[in-house]
């Protein structure tokens, strides 16, 4: 099915689709040879990776700087020692949350991690898991697309028959997802843009990425197609957008 008729069924206005069509299309440029990138750093990299962290990294670029592209994002609720660290509120307000960078310092930590069970977070098994499920997202941020805070995002949703479409901007930068029924819980699942979602997936506040020093915010590219078992078909959002997207 081509991008206008899924931008259709997702309700994104026609004054807009040739603007969301030229970036998915860039999308589509700059992911070239991204998937088979990951999959080497994933499958065999992270145990390399893992053995090169030192207790107090953060991320791999600190050890590694000529490894980047293997690492994480370089974003402060990301790091080598997962993505459910704490918070601070200095504002008293839930805009003026930041995660806290460096975290699970303690021996006794053991419980936050939830990728690696029974495992510390800073352990050489707990990393090595992490990357595993998280390598090569460096790579996806260096060739995304800057995102201005200030923008918030717009959100479209819509379906047809078993193909459920949803649509997310942020000032350039657009994300296309779709879920196709196969049979039964099986489904079929695209994400194809720039992870917008990420960026303003709020949980926590309505921006949940916040770059490291010396680097900036961007959604990275994505472009997959996967199969999934149980897969919904309505978005699970927290809701924060900007006027004039569907919730």
């Given at each position: ?124 098994a707990a990393r090595k898991a992490w990357y595993r499920r998280n390598g ?112």
């Amino acid at each position: 099915m081509n991008i206008i008729k899924l931008l259709t069924i997702a309700g994104v206005p026609v004054t807009l689709h040739a603007q969301a069509i030229e970036c998915i299309d860039e999308a589509d440029d700059r992911s070239d040879g991204l998937l088979w990138a990951k999959i080497k750093t994933r499958i065999f990299r992270a145990g390399k990776i893992a053995e090169a962290l030192a207790w107090e990294h953060d991320r791999l670029i600190e050890a590694r700087p000529d490894w980047a592209d293997d690492d994480i994002a370089p974003m402060l609720n990301i790091t080598a020692n997962g993505d459910n660290g704490p918070w601070e509120f200095p504002g008293g307000t839930v805009e003026s949350g930041r995660p806290i960078g460096h975290f699970w310092t303690e021996p006794d930590d053991v419980q936050h991690c939830y990728w690696a069970p029974g495992h510390h977070p800073r352990s050489h098994a707990a990393r090595k898991a992490w990357y595993r499920r998280n390598g090569g997202e460096f790579r996806a941020w260096r060739l995304g697309m800057p995102i201005d805070p200030a923008d918030l995002y717009q959100r479209w949703h819509g379906s047809e028959g078993r193909l459920s479409v949803t649509v997310y901007r942020s000032g350039d930068a657009w994300l296309l997802l779709t879920t196709r029924r196969i049979v039964g819980k099986l489904h079929i699942k695209t994400r194809k843009g720039f992870e917008v979602d990420n960026v303003f997936s709020g949980p926590v506040t309505p921006q949940m990425w916040f770059p490291i020093p010396g680097y900036e915010l961007r959604a990275p590219v994505a472009w997959s197609v996967l199969p999934q078992w149980g897969a919904s078909t309505q978005p699970a959002q927290a809701g924060f957008f900007t006027p004039g997207g569907n919730a």
